[in-house]
């Protein structure tokens, strides 16, 4: 199974691959769910390779972990999902 680093990494690198409109979906622990954000929205420090940088709710931007990602979506199809774990 790809990682979600490698995924991520072959969507930003891969031009052909990379073309279409992608989405990820990362578990909010206050709120118990899985909120889907559009991938254009995302920024990747380049000196942190296991996190990536969104807006919260008021715009301001939270750097959320990799491992907190559980689905990708490439045109509206889920390409990638990940089980939540309890915990």
């Known amino acids: 199974?790809?990682?979600?680093?490698?995924?991520?990494?072959?969507?930003?690198?891969?031009?052909?691959?990379?073309?279409g409109d992608?989405?990820?979906?990362?578990?909010?622990?206050?709120?118990?769910?899985?909120i889907v954000v559009p991938l254009e929205s995302v920024l990747f420090p380049p000196d942190d390779h296991a996190s990536l940088v969104l807006s919260?709710?008021?715009?301001?931007?939270i750097s959320m972990p990799l491992?907190?990602?559980?689905?990708?979506?490439?045109?509206g199809e889920l390409i990638l999902h990940r089980e939540v774990r309890d915990g």
């Open 1 to 19: 199974m790809i990682t979600i680093r490698e995924l991520l990494n072959r969507i930003r690198w891969d031009r052909d691959y990379g073309r």
């Open 22 to 34: 992608f989405a990820i979906g990362y578990f909010d622990r206050f709120e118990e769910r899985i």
């Open 56 to 61: 919260d709710a008021a715009g301001e931007p």
């Open 67 to 75: 491992h907190r990602v559980y689905e990708v979506y490439r045109n």
